[in-house]
Nanobody, 125 residues
Framework: QVQLVESGGGLVQAGGSLRLSCVAS????????MGWFRQAPGKEREFVAT????????YYAESVKGRFTISRDNAKNTVYLQMNSLKPEDTAVYYC??????????????????WGQGTQVTVSS
């Protein structure tokens, strides 16, 4: 069983930055695809970013491309999401997810096996 714990969320003004972390325990993530998703109140969960097992491949939702950066440190069993130029529409609960079925990165939520509990990000205007 893999446990994922997100941290780094909070309240920030528009234009500001936050760095989310996701620490895994129970199993190494070095061979897994990792992803970040988010869910705003009253909306469905949406894909944000994904990274392959080695970190060489990343893919982003159009809404965050150029502003967010996903990265990983397999030695620390940790994945990060650097969020810059934040907008009020980025306000959501952000979730980290791990897939042990795929190694190449995916935005398909159904392909992920484990999820964290989420961390709240609130961007004020």
């Amino acid at each position: 069983q893999v446990q994922l714990v997100e941290s780094g969320g909070g309240l920030v003004q528009a234009g500001g930055s936050l760095r989310l972390s996701c620490v895994a325990s129970g199993h190494t993530i070095s061979s897994s695809t990792m992803g970040w998703f988010r869910q705003a109140p009253g909306k469905e969960r949406e894909f944000v970013a994904t990274i392959n097992w080695s970190g060489e491949y990343t893919y982003y939702a159009e809404s965050v491309k150029g502003r967010f950066t996903i990265s990983r440190d397999n030695a620390k069993n940790t994945v990060y999401l650097q969020m810059n130029s934040l907008k009020p529409e980025d306000t959501a609960v952000y979730y980290c997810a791990a897939s042990y079925r795929l190694v190449g990165g995916t935005g398909d939520a159904d392909s992920y096996d484990y999820w964290g509990q989420g961390t709240q990000v609130t961007v004020s205007s």
